[in-house]
Nanobody, 123 residues
Framework: QVQLVESGGELVQAGDSLRLSCALS????????IAWFRQAAEKEREFVAV????????RYADSVKGRFTIFRDSAKNLVYLLMSKLKPQDTGVYFC????????????????WGQGTQVTVSS
């Protein structure tokens, strides 16, 4: 079982950068792919980025490619999402999630979720 705790969300202006953190705990955290999803108000949750733990390969949603970077600190069991050139449409609650599959992008592949952290981008 894996526990995930997100932090770092805040109110920023368009064009700013922000780094979110996901702290992992539990057994065998190294066996999981870790992803970030986000959910805007009155919209469904959507995939943002994933990092496969064992090889650190990454995948991104087209909407964030080139602006967001997912990376990990394996020694500290942390996964980060560095967001740059933020846009108002990036606003939402950002969740990190863990899956035993190899870098899946579908929500139902993830069995463990954090509580989320709010990111608000003002125009």
């Amino acid at each position: 079982q894996v526990q995930l705790v997100e932090s770092g969300g805040e109110l920023v202006q368009a064009g700013d950068s922000l780094r979110l953190s996901c702290a992992l705990s539990g057994r065998d955290v190294g066996d999981y792919s870790i992803a970030w999803f986000r959910q805007a108000a009155e919209k469904e949750r959507e995939f943002v980025a994933v990092i496969a733990w064992s090889l650190a390969t990454t995948r991104y949603a087209d909407s964030v490619k080139g602006r967001f970077t997912i990376f990990r600190d394996s020694a500290k069991n942390l996964v980060y999402l560095l967001m740059s050139k933020l846009k108002p449409q990036d606003t939402g609650v950002y969740f990190c999630a863990a899956s035993s599959d190899y870098d899946p992008v579908t929500e139902n592949a993830y069995g463990y979720w954090g509580q989320g952290t709010q990111v608000t981008v003002s125009s």
